[in-house]
């Protein structure tokens, strides 16, 4: 079974991934949602292959909930831990994805012109969680 730390782990190997709307190449380009999927195939929780694409750079926030549902466990804000994924609002719009960190940290592809990058999970991006999810089948 992956624990959380393994989640966390292997999102840290991102870092530096280039951003790409729809790339899903660790080391080469990512978008958000490459990056929350590319983890966990990496690491086994999803299989080989998996992936969800085809959504527009401004996000269909209905088959992102959708999706979040489908293949994660909802968790409620108050009881994120390290290795949930974070359904984020950018400007008004729920369309931004990242992993939470032990740390409080957040790790996610962020744009042009940084990349998956970790920072601290300050106010403002704190206020723009929109839900929390956990990859199924953890050993924490």
């Known amino acids: ?19 790409r709307h729809q790339g899903r190449l660790k080391g080469i380009a990512c978008d958000c949602v490459g990056f929350i999927v590319g983890v966990p195939v990496a690491l086994g929780i999803f299989p080989c292959g998996f992936d969800i694409n085809g959504y527009p750079r401004e996000g269909d926030w209905q088959r992102m909930r959708s999706v979040l549902d489908n293949y994660l466990d909802r968790v409620e804000l108050r009881k994120m831990t390290g290795g949930d994924v974070l359904w984020l609002r950018v400007g008004r719009i729920p369309q931004h994805l990242a992993i939470f960190t032990f740390d409080g940290t957040i790790i996610h592809a962020v744009d042009p012109n940084r990349g998956v990058t970790e920072h601290i999970l300050n106010d403002r991006w704190f206020s723009a969680i929109v839900g929390v999810w956990s990859y199924r089948g953890l050993d924490d």
């Open 1 to 19: 079974m992956t624990t959380r730390a393994e989640i966390i782990a292997e999102a840290r190997t991102w870092r530096r991934t280039p951003w």
